[in-house]
């Protein structure tokens, strides 16, 4: 939602107050199987983002008429720590958390078999422990490494980013400054090696040139990202594949 | 999942073949939408208020205009509060209790249609900068889910807010005194949302209930009066290709402008 | 027709694999004439099939396979079994019994209670309902003594070796008594609680390393220099 800011936010060489460049990710660090007790777990940390998630399933559903009976019932909740922004949030889930709750979990349906595993919940909790903007698409990223790393069979990864327009700019990841004081804002979730787009949602003003624009920079993000999942989810058993071979 | 109105696995096949040659069950075109019909100012207790039927799919809206506070970081802007219900009497599938996430969804959609085209001119709202501004409050009512509560209830969103008036006020000794007459709620666009459905991958615009039984993902794009996206929408447990997302939006270009017309009308 | 992936390659879910007339092998799946990975997993070429060996997944009930089970449920005349699946398994009273289940005279709880261990065999399983359980084998049972190690299931062959030797090895070397349920928890009884220990460091060091080569040789060499301790 853009408010009115008198600060510039992009300089006239194209630097944006973090310093990055109008296509530039913010730095990335992901781990995969964090959390002893999950079956499958991940954190990510993108620019000041820091966000959990796990995954608990399949498991059979109580009660159990609301279990479906030709496949898994994907649950999603995405949740912010009272601390994670600047002012206090209260922990009751907000209307926007119930919201980010749904079209998370719908961007993450369609790359998990759910078809396998009939009558079953398969449980998603995104813990927002710091936020500054985008934590919808970090929750897509990290919540679908926690699937990979629960050993839940998965037509593809799923990797999220925002794109948008600030200062009439078109950029790449936004901050929460940017998205405030800049005029769109469209977060998009992808599975890369289908081509396909679970997650999109877009508010501010755009031409559909722009639209067109910002929609193929998101995907570059998502791609981005995408190898950098990939990376974290081979990490600990390339480390141990290393490690051995050394002895 | 399941309903008294769910559609028997034999005709969500049937729906699914004809689509993906062209047709649709109600005989439409794969791009056109069910007949509007749109009544405003229907209920005097509301300062405005509008009821669209979008073939069977009946919204009710009602506009409330309050006086209250405004938020800390624009102290000299109106407010705008958009509430969605899914009563019960609206579908066997709607039950009692606090709004689910498919109404959150639904007034949250609506809401960033008004919101970011800047429908209302906030400012106008103000009555002391930092303290008192109007608040005005769109609560959307869902009377008949026939399919695509999304965009009747933008319609008929739109269409109460052209019909809202705000009672006239002057300031005596820091406090509010209402006036005799009214003043029209000042709104200086016109969002209009169009959602298709994709079905055997193949996009229909103003889906009807059968036809989002049948639906694997749906997409509402919200433009403004100059043709603008404003908001945008996934929903569903499937996806789009790049290729489909863009044509959707250069035929909701066309269908936003049709819609517009029918509620200015009005 | 090509394999874009070659054998031991470590391959994560939606990586292409293959394009052409490939068989889509375990934890893979065909989309047109492409070939995908669906779980993070090692890359086994058999004849023109691809499989992906998974490094990490749960249990998926499969008839004729032992498991290792634990009580969470004692209803009217049948127990519910935690055998670390997405379902629960059942064990009939009828199955226990040699006599017909009496609901006047006999108590389930005093058969199995409610956190007891039982190595069983699934006798059914399909979509529509929870695998059922049978303990009327030799072997089969409540499990009185010993402890439980659970790796996860897919390394389960690596624990057992080529032709049961790994597992042989580790009997060998410390003298315990292994039983191995193929849902992922093994039985470890040893004479002493240092014979089972060592038993549990080496399953361990097999689950870490399950993905490198020269395996059996390592573990071999580690229980060694541990009982030199």
């Known amino acids: 939602m853009p408010r009115k800011t008198s600060e510039k936010m992009i300089n006239q060489n194209g630097t944006r107050l973090d310093g990055r460049k109008l296509n530039e990710v913010r730095p990335l660090k992901i781990e995969v199987g964090i959390l002893a007790n999950a079956d499958g777990s991940a954190y990510i940390e993108q620019g000041k983002n820091k966000i959990l998630a796990a995954v608990y399933g399949p498991k059979e559903l109580h009660p159990k008429h609301l279990a479906l009976p030709d496949r898994a019932l994907l649950q999603c909740r995405y949740h912010m720590a009272p601390f994670s922004v600047q002012e206090r949030k209260s922990p009751a889930p907000s209307r926007r958390e119930i919201e980010l709750s749904k079209v998370i979990r719908e961007a993450l349906e369609p790359a998990v078999f759910l078809e396998h595993y009939p009558r079953t919940s398969i449980d998603v909790f995104i813990e927002v422990l710091q936020a500054d903007g985008g934590t919808r698409c970090a929750g897509i990223t990290v919540a679908s490494l926690a699937l990979a790393d629960a050993g839940i069979p998965m037509r593809d990864l799923v990797a999220a980013c925002a794109a948008g327009k600030v200062d009439g700019h078109l950029v790449l990841d936004l901050t929460d400054l940017e998205d405030k004081g800049g005029t769109a804002d469209l977060p998009l979730a992808w599975m890369p090696n289908l081509n396909a787009i679970t997650l999109l949602q877009m508010d501010g003003d755009l031409t559909t040139d722009e639209f067109e624009q910002v929609l193929n920079l998101a995907i570059e993000g998502c791609k981005q990202i995408h190898t950098l999942q990939k990376e974290a989810l081979k990490a600990k058993y390339v480390a141990v594949k290393e490690a051995v071979e050394e002895e | 999942m399941t309903s008294s109105i769910s559609v028997a696995k034999v005709k969500q096949r049937r729906i699914a073949e004809l689509i993906s040659h062209g047709k649709r069950l109600d005989e439409r ?114 009377l008949n889910d026939d399919g695509n509560l999304i965009d009747a209830s933008a319609l008929a969103a739109l269409a109460a807010l052209l019909n809202t008036k705000i009672f006239n006020y002057e300031i005596k000794n820091g406090e509010v005194e209402i006036k005799p007459g009214y003043t029209q709620l000042p709104v200086v666009d016109y969002p209009i949302a169009v959602t298709f459905a994709k079905i055997n991958d193949k996009l229909v615009a103003d889906p009807w209930l059968v036809e989002e039984q049948v639906m694997d993902a749906r997409l509402t794009i919200t433009m403004d009066k100059d043709g603008k996206i404003c908001a945008l929408q996934k929903g569903g447990y499937g996806y789009f290709s790049v290729e489909q997302i863009l044509d959707a939006a250069k035929i909701a270009l066309q269908k936003t402008e049709e819609l517009r017309k029918i509620v200015v009308k009005s | 027709m090509s394999i874009y992936v070659e054998n031991k390659q470590l391959v994560t879910p939606g990586d292409l694999l293959a394009e052409g007339k490939y068989g889509a092998g375990e934890n893979t799946y065909r989309d047109d004439d492409k070939i995908y990975a ?192």
């Open chain 2, 29 to 142: 075109g794969l791009n056109d939408h069910r007949e509007v019909q749109i009544e405003v100012g229907i209920i005097e207790r509301a300062e405005g208020s509008a009821r669209v039927r979008l073939g069977k799919t009946e919204v009710m809206v009602g506009t409330k205009i309050e006086l209250g506070e405004p938020f800390l970081d624009v102290p000299n802007e109106g407010v705008l509060t958009v509430n969605a219900e899914l009563v019960p009497l609206a579908s066997p599938k709607f039950e009692p209790g606090p709004p689910n996430e498919n109404a959150i969804e639904l007034a949250r959609v609506v809401d960033r249609g008004i919101r970011e085209s800047k429908a209302i001119s906030l400012e106008k709202l103000c009555v002391t900068p930092g303290q008192k501004v109007f608040v005005v409050f769109v609560d959307v009512y869902v």
């Open chain 3, 38 to 229: 669906t779980r993070v997993g090692l890359i086994t070429l058999e004849d023109q099939t691809i499989h992906v060996v998974a490094l990490k997944a749960f249990y998926i009930p499969s008839v004729g396979d032992t498991v290792i089970g634990k009580i969470v449920e004692v209803g009217l005349s049948a127990w519910m079994l935690d055998i670390n699946a997405p379902y629960l398994a059942v064990l009939r009273a009828g199955d226990v019994l040699d006599r017909p289940f009496n609901p006047r005279k006999d108590e389930l709880p005093a058969i199995f209670d409610i956190d007891d261990l039982v190595i069983a065999k699934i006798v059914a399983y399909d979509r529509t309902q929870d695998p059922l359980l049978t303990v009327r084998e030799p072997g089969l049972g409540k499990i009185t003594r010993g402890q439980i190690v659970e790796v996860t299931p897919t390394k389960i062959p690596r624990v057992i070796g080529r032709k049961g030797s790994m597992v042989s090895m580790i009997k060998r070397e410390t003298g315990c008594q292994i039983t191995i349920g193929q849902n992922g928890l093994i039985l470890i009884s040893g004479k002493t609680p240092e014979d089972e220990r060592l038993a549990v460091l080496a399953i361990h060091k097999i689950e870490q390393e399950s993905h490198t080569s020269g395996l059996t040789n390592r573990v071999t060499e580690m229980l060694q220099k541990e009982k030199e301790v």
